[in-house]
Structures are given as structure tokens and as C-alpha cells.
Nanobody, 132 residues
Framework: QVQLVESGGGSVQAGGSLTLSCAAS????????MAWFRQVPGQKREAVAT???????????TYADSVKGRFTISRSNAENTVWLRMDSLKIEDSAMYYC??????????????????????WGQGTQVTVSS
């Protein structure tokens, strides 16, 4: 059974940094898209960053415009783990952050990896709160 377990959330002041981790188990994750989404109560779930796990170097990554230059997604296939490094945090980054994974699929330039409907597996989330 596929499991995604997030950790690393917490409270931080604006301008600070946090690193979220997502530990995956129950399947092979060496040829999937993995992603971080976030959601504020009453609002739509928003994609933050995605990565395809099959590329041995930096991997193919995609970022939401709102986090480009501040957030970095990375992964270790050996550890079945994906991280989200968040720098220069803003109050509006406060949300529940979710890790997600697709079923096995090859990387494609035309694949819209920021769309949540593509993801079959989801973690329970980890809360990030940014204060002034």
C-alpha cells in the first residue's frame, strides 16, 4: 500500500526558512511525478512544485509562479524521499502542505504536472504557519 508521510512543518517568522520532507513507501518511486501542494481552509488546493524522479541529475522540476526563486524541490530515489526547501517565507505561504505522487509514468514536456487531478496518492499534510 502506497504511503506518503510529510514532516517538517511548523511555525516560522516571515523571511525565515523551513524544509519539508515526504517519505514514500509501498511502491517504486523511481519513475513518477512527485509534488507539493498547499491548501488554506476554504480555498482551492494549489500546486507549489513538482519533480519527476527518473532523471538522475537534478530532475525535471516545475514551480508555481508564487514560489519561484524561493522554494526548491529535490528528491533522493535511494531514500524514496522528496524535500521542499522554503526560503524567504511570506505570511501568504501559510497553509497545509501536502505531498503527492502519480502512478508510474515517463517524463513528458507536455504533462501538466501542476494539476492535482493527475496525482493518485496523497499524504496527510503538514502545517506551515508564517507570522510577521
Amino acid at each position: 500500500q502506497v504511503q506518503l508521510v510529510e514532516s517538517g512543518g511548523g511555525s516560522v517568522q516571515a523571511g525565515g526558512s523551513l524544509t519539508l520532507s515526504c517519505a514514500a513507501s509501498g511502491a517504486a518511486f523511481d519513475n513518477v511525478y512527485m509534488a507539493w501542494f498547499r491548501q488554506v481552509p476554504g480555498q482551492k488546493r494549489e500546486a507549489v512544485a513538482t519533480i519527476h524522479t527518473s532523471i538522475p541529475s537534478a530532475g525535471f522540476t516545475t514551480y508555481a509562479d508564487s514560489v519561484k526563486g524561493r522554494f526548491t524541490i529535490s528528491r533522493s530515489n535511494a531514500e524514496n524521499t522528496v524535500w521542499l526547501r522554503m526560503d524567504s517565507l511570506k505570511i501568504e505561504d501559510s497553509a497545509m502542505y501536502y505531498c503527492a505522487a502519480t502512478s508510474p509514468m515517463w517524463y513528458s514536456q507536455t504533462f501538466k504536472s501542476l494539476e492535482s487531478d493527475h496525482y493518485n496518492y496523497w499524504g496527510q499534510g503538514t502545517q506551515v504557519t508564517v507570522s510577521s
